[in-house]
């Protein structure tokens, strides 16, 4: 019992959120006050503020907060105007809500492989899987590091009226030839889930655009569609973030930068390490002209299960995203894609994600690196 309760004591948090708390605690708990005194809960002043704040962070002309970075997918696909009998090209290697926001616009998920090394969506392959019913396209800026928008963008234009959407959920702050993810295309979305590089302590979301009738649509469809109180313009969503949720994000975004610079020097620090200590992984690619911001700290292993299973017995979590690419998931089965998209299903078996947060120690990094290099 005794080597339980200090093998427990000694784990190390996957993501350490209860430090980040401490350490920003007085401006959380002064921020949260400011709301429960003013009692608007719903669409009070710090959703505004929240807002100004972002966009002025990202450089684009408009952010719209909402529930959730999923409802952020949704409410850009229906601002868009897309649905049944439109085509949505994007990558397999992703977490559900991607596809599932594509399906239930009433559209079709295309998808097109990713690159071995870094796990993005691989831009050479998009062109051929374009049709006269292609809509859009939606990169995922997957485990901190955007997409290769140039290239998309590029392909968009080419073809006339498609529209890019960067599932952006999981790399605020990181950036793309020097430019801020979330404000590469014609619509960016991000998470504000607890666990994100930038997250609240709940569910909410933003959308970033620089088209100002877009940015008009999404605040309609946001409060179920209303261009002002009981004027329903368009069909939406009740898709409004929490004020409580946007002054967590406000408090948070006083150290950011900080925690921004942190976890790319940790994602450097921890390369250096692995590799100094010939650890039998390989590791996730980041390409020279992009910062990876590390919202979780990817590497491939072969024989995974059994790596975690010795990992946790020393008190080191890891975590996978994602085990099975969506076109092989009942949902959203796709027998012909499946085929095509060989690398989504290798990377699916030996992605393994290692702690990794603004606040973890040295201590605890050289902890996981001796144990993964002792495997």
């Not at 690619?285 to 299960?305: I, K, L, S």
Request: aromatic share 6%.
């Amino acid at each position: 019992m005794n080597a339980v309760l200090k093998q427990n004591a000694a784990k190390i948090e996957f993501i350490d959120l209860k430090s980040q708390y401490r350490a920003i605690k007085t401006s959380v708990d002064a921020r949260i006050q400011k709301v429960l005194d003013h009692g608007q809960y719903i669409m009070g002043p710090e959703v505004a503020e929240m807002e100004q704040k972002l966009a002025a962070y990202t450089g684009a002309k408009h952010c719209i907060s909402c529930a959730s970075g999923t409802e952020a997918l949704l409410m850009s696909l229906m601002a868009l105007g897309i649905g049944p009998g439109d085509e949505v090209i994007t990558t397999p290697f992703t977490f559900a809500a991607t596809a599932e926001m594509i399906v239930l616009a009433g559209a079709k998920p295309v998808y097109v492989d990713i690159e071995t090394d870094t796990c993005l969506i691989d831009a050479a392959k998009i062109e051929a899987k374009i049709t006269p019913r292609t809509r859009a396209i939606m990169p995922v800026s997957l485990y901190g590091q955007v997409a290769d928008m140039d290239a998309i963008n590029a392909i968009a234009a080419r073809h006339g009226n498609i529209a890019v959407i960067e599932d952006a959920a999981q790399s605020f702050g990181a950036t793309y030839k020097s430019r801020k993810s979330c404000n590469l295309s014609t619509v960016g979305c991000t998470s504000f889930f607890p666990s994100k590089p930038l997250g609240c302590y709940g569910d909410g979301g933003a959308i970033f655009t620089n088209d100002d009738a877009l940015a008009k649509a999404l605040r309609e469809i946001r409060v179920h569609g209303q261009e002002r109180r009981y004027y329903h313009t368009r069909i939406g969503v009740g898709g409004r973030m929490d004020t409580i949720q946007c002054a967590v994000i406000l408090a948070k975004l006083e150290r950011f930068d900080w925690e921004i610079e942190r976890r790319l020097a940790l994602g450097e620090l921890y390369k250096a390490k692995l590799q100094e200590a010939g650890a039998k992984l390989s590791l996730l690619a980041v390409r020279p002209d992009r910062d990876c911001v590390w919202a979780q700290y990817t590497v491939f292993v072969e024989d995974r299960e059994a790596v975690q299973e010795k990992l946790k017995m020393q008190g080191i979590p890891t975590a996978v995203h994602y085990p099975i690419s969506l076109n092989r998931q009942p949902a959203y089965r796709d027998d012909a894609s499946a085929a095509e998209t060989v690398h989504s299903h290798w990377a699916g078996e030996r992605v393994m994600s290692l702690p990794i947060s603004a606040d973890l120690t040295a201590k605890q990094m050289e902890r996981v690196v001796t144990a993964v290099s002792a495997l």
